[in-house]
């Protein structure tokens, strides 16, 4: 004990060194192990003087108060921002716990305001106007365009006036089908100034996964570019869309309106497939409209937008996220995590058709009024060090990633990064998956030249914004921990009987208490809503993750413990693969399971069945994948097919995806029991099969 609060004293008082050499003392003295010498990695002297919260003193101060007393620590942010109307008195309420009936969340409900406002006029009234608000960088090198606030705003008004001269009003929905391009941002803001309900589909997505997304939220309008290029590929996404749009409207929901921005260094206009009466071109219809757009004001509760995301079944789920309390959320966590300064240049490399582009590339730095880069193409074109040559064109001091990018950069060797400077970047951030210590610290020492703290943030589509996270300046990290929970945010481990536990622990991620981000419901289905989400530990909001948690409170996730895997940080129901591979004809049975990768952290692998009489065959192999991609988008795409002449199952016919675990990872030792097994030869005919 003694040890432990001289260490904290000590780093209280910025004497890191000592605090450093106290801490591997104290490891000493309790006769423990430490993983290496950077095991906790201690914020320069410097940076935490000059960071928003300085110590964890102060942040457990600020935590204290927003558990307390959310009403007050809330309001008192929300009042920096706009509000036509303030909200009513009580600032949120909330009931999380099934047994009392309806899940129902609201914050600042009551209060009228609008989000588009707040990201760009309020920027520009506070003498921002000039300001770059966007950097947009393309696929390829020397191809660039900016955007100042106010040709933002302006660029806003004017699709935002076009939506609603083509019958867009409140409430509507609008899907958005395009690259990250400037019109993606303008398009999400424009949907926001007029009430509209943007839901973005990520544009590798294939035609039927459109197709479903359409039927469930019936949009008035879709927006979409002709083709677009990454590296050296060439996608027609106009023909995606025509085909989407023709098959929806076979099943009763039919589109009048597809708004297509001509991406010409893609394709050119007249290459591009064209109807009409239904399509027109973005270049020629929108330039036309007023730069004055009036703002349709919104009730806090009013959705902002839908994000369609994996499940443990087959059908994605439309997360419904409203306007208040993800403006005030996404702000906030923004400002903090990255310890974000006016002076900074911030690029996050993720799509906005995830919900890291949602937030944290669009509404969180906006809201701060901050300059950001938004990138084409892909990290690898036309070299590995593109990421590196962009950090020094635009000077980029915050840099947001995935673990996914930063392991298969890190394979490519140090030289790709060190010619180039990087002397802007002052703080690193992760998102997506555990990153593994090995890669944070290659992260830490190569890409920061071991001078920016990382921000490890855990959060989901679900939670609108970060959830556990450091905050840079205000304590030592450990490489692979998320460190400790947000303002607001009351994570407890619960085991599996959804009873919390307390100190060092492992267990099962859920929340105790509402926080303003937070998702409202699925979109047509709050039955499922709360099916999924609040009734495995009645009480708390369970994430779906596993966590554990060391002795001095760092959380640690360990990932998904229900059907939903990871890949390369892309989200993707096991159930949704399952279901492509079964609808293609000469499939009987499928069962797909993550294994550990290299690179994307995990990969697809899939257990197939043929039908009776039809032979494993290459041919078949690539048109099983071929249907995932189809069906889903090729980021889906399974990495191995394993020919399965039947499944290990209970007697009652359940699939045992444990065993099947054990099977991919070939830790053929670790089957476990398998004598319970409806068939337990099985088995063996699968370990038989395995490379073959
Ligand atoms: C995983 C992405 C460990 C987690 C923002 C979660 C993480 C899922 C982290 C949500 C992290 C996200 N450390 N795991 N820093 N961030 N995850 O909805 O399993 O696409 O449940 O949101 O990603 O994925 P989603």
Redesign the pocket.
Known sequence: DLANNLTTALHLRHLPSLTSRLSKLKAVILGEHLASDDDLILPSHDFSQKAHVSSFEKYLEMYNRSIEDPASFWSDIASEFYWKKKWDQQVYSENLDIRKGKIDIEWFKGGITNICYNCLDKNIESGNGDKIAIHWEGNEPGVDDSLTYNQLLDRVCQLANYLKDNGVKKGDSVIVYLPMLMELPITMLACARIGAVHSVVFAGFSADSLVQRIMDCKPKIVITCNAIKRGKKIINLKEIVDSALSESSQNGVSVDLCLTYANESAMKKEATKWQKERDAWWQDVVPECSTKCDVEWVDAEDPLFLLY?SGSTGKPKGVVHTTGGYMIYTATTFKYAFDYKPSDVYWCTADCG???GHSYVAYGPLLNGATVVLYEGVPNYPDFGRCWDIVDKYKVTIFYTAPTLVRSLMREGDEHVTRYSRKSLRVLG??????NPSAWRWFFNVVGDSRCPIS???????TGGFMITPLPGAWPQRPGS?TFPFFGVQTVIVDEKGKEIEGECSGYLCVKKSWPGAFRTLYGDHERYETTYFSAFPGYYF???GCSRDKDGYHW?T??VDDVI?VSGH?IGTAEVESALVSHPQCAEAAVVGVEHEVKGQSIYAFVTPVEGVPYSEDLRKSLVLSVRTHIGAFAAPDKIHWAPGLPKTRSGKIMRRILRKIASRQLDELGDTTTLADPHVVDQLIELADS
């Open positions: 995301t995830w919900i890291t992760s998102v997506g998956e555990p990153i490890d943030t855990w959060w989901q589509t679900e998320a994430s779906g993750d996730l990932g998904r990871n989200r």
